[in-house]
Nanobody
Framework: QVQLVESGGGLVQPGGSLRLSCAAS????????MGWYRQAPGKERELVAR???????MYADAVKGRFTISRDNAKNTVYLQMNSLKPEDTAVYYC?????????WGQGTQVTVSS
């Protein structure tokens, strides 16, 4: 059973930074791609960033230049460094992984950007 466990969310002021972590229960080499999605109240879940097994990365336009996705293969962990946070970044952030056609989700971590 694949498990993805997020951590690192919290309350931060506008302009601040947070780093989210997603720890996988097995080697992240086994995933075709991993990424982060978010869902704000009353809105649909949306892609934030993805990192593919070949190393390619993609970002949503709304976070380009502010967020950075990375991975530590030795720790089986994917990170999302979020800088210059805005109130509109407030959402529950979910880790996502695709493995052999199956999709896996973490339980989510709340990020709130407010003064």
């Amino acid at each position: 059973q694949v498990q993805l466990v997020e951590s690192g969310g919290g309350l931060v002021q506008p302009g601040g930074s947070l780093r989210l972590s997603c720890a996988a229960s097995q080697s992240i080499f086994s995933f075709n791609d991993m990424g982060w999605y978010r869902q704000a109240p009353g809105k649909e879940r949306e892609l934030v960033a993805r990192i593919f097994s070949g190393g390619n990365i993609m970002y949503a336009d709304a976070v380009k230049g502010r967020f950075t996705i990375s991975r530590d293969n030795a720790k089986n962990t994917v990170y999302l460094q979020m800088n210059s946070l805005k109130p509109e970044d407030t959402a529950v952030y979910y880790c996502h992984g695709v493995q052999m056609g199956w999709q896996y989700w973490g339980q989510g971590t709340q990020v709130t950007v407010s003064s």
